[in-house]
């Protein structure tokens, strides 16, 4: 006669409880905000978001943002000129108060400087729409068509100073077919960013939930 399986389950780690405060970045429209709003409203999801902050008075993604009832803040960076860390400690500072634990960059498009970097330093993610260490900077899929690459995607990583070049965390990938434009494959990549910004911050926010 075949032996029972046991019943006894080995005990389950205690659930963490607290959410992981977060800041989201952004510059545009705000569809991997959107993705992240949309996580952070599973009630087991560990992160919350605290504040969304864009350098941009007129970004779409701000409209999403305060439609989800978020608290949100413009820092526009026009009148810092070229004083590009007058205008990070202004973000900072913004960051700090909100209570942040991590910085999420979601279509924030300025290069930072070392200096808010380093403030932030294993606490600031991006996503970046290649396999990187392939294809850093613009206009990724009109590169990856250029090169005839079979395979493109994206990469969610830490920041570091070196643009894109931060310690990956996670990537997704999609097939490059013959019959694509830059923008068919970047909605292809687009819907992979969707799914692995939300993924690869849930184990971030895990390591810091408490
Ligand atoms: C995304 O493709 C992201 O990878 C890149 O900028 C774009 C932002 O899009 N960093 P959205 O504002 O999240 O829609």
Redesign the pocket.
């Known amino acids: 006669m075949k032996k029972p399986h046991s019943r006894t389950k080995a005990k389950a780690p205690a659930k963490k409880t607290e959410k992981v405060p977060i800041a989201i970045l952004?510059s545009?429209?705000?569809?991997?905000?959107r993705a992240i709003i949309e996580a952070c409203a599973r009630p087991d999801y560990p992160a919350e978001i605290v504040l969304v902050l864009s350098n941009r008075p007129d970004a779409p993604?701000l409209e999403v943002a305060e439609e989800a009832g978020l608290k949100t803040l413009v820092i526009d960076h026009k009148p810092f000129g070229k004083d590009r860390e007058a205008h990070e400690r202004e973000i900072d500072a913004a960051l700090q108060a909100s209570g942040a634990m991590l910085v999420v960059l979601?279509?924030y498009m300025r290069v930072l400087t070392p200096w808010l970097v380093k403030a932030w330093e294993d606490r600031m993610l991006?996503?970046?729409?290649s396999l990187l260490p392939a294809f850093p900077g613009l206009h990724t899929h009109e590169a990856a068509i250029k090169a005839g690459v079979k395979e493109h995607g994206?990469t969610v990583h830490l920041v570091t100073s070196g643009v894109d070049e931060g310690p990956i965390l996670g990537q997704a990938s999609v097939p490059v077919l013959e019959t694509d434009t830059p923008e068919t494959l970047a909605a292809r990549v687009?819907e992979q960013?969707h799914l692995l910004y939300p993924d690869v911050l849930e184990m971030i926010c895990d390591v810091f939930a408490k």
Not at 28 to 33: H, L, P, Q, V
Not at 126 to 129: A, G
């Open positions: 952004i545009g429209r705000g569809s991997n905000m993604g979601a279509g991006n996503i970046h729409p994206c687009l960013e």
